[in-house]
């Protein structure tokens, strides 16, 4: 088991990190399985979980390992946490963000009629 926590990063570092994920997205054998799974999850959020969200997982870990992340789900949880962080402060990293969430994530779909908000009391 990895010793110490992953040294912080600072917001370069964080960003010439993010840069190279998104490139690893990007690696013919890394699209291939990307689409495969996005294939086999049919645009059903349930199965986006099941079946995209561990090849993304997978694909970041093993960039960021080598920046002493821990190379396994929790160490993608760090390294979005302090990705999240510089978010504010640059918007470079914001938008790269935005592109490598964009990769794995649907897109999010407002409800209806803006259910979910009417008749609920807020107080």
Do not use: W
């Not at 561990?54 to 920046?67: E, F, G, L, N, S």
């Amino acid at each position: 088991m990895a010793a110490a926590a992953a040294a912080p990063l600072s917001a370069e570092q964080a960003k010439a990190v993010l840069a190279e994920v998104i490139k690893a997205f990007g690696a013919p054998e890394n699209a291939q399985r990307m689409e495969e799974a996005r294939d086999n999850a049919c645009n059903d959020m349930g199965k986006m979980l099941q079946f995209l969200l561990p090849v993304a997982t997978q694909i970041q870990q093993d960039v960021i390992k080598a920046y002493g992340f821990s190379s396994d789900g929790e160490g993608v949880l760090k390294f979005a946490r302090l990705i999240k962080s510089y978010e504010s402060q640059d918007p470079e990293i914001a938008g790269m963000s935005g592109k490598l969430k964009a990769m794995f994530l649907p897109p999010m779909t407002l409800p209806p009629h803006g259910a979910g908000t009417g008749g609920v009391a807020t107080s």
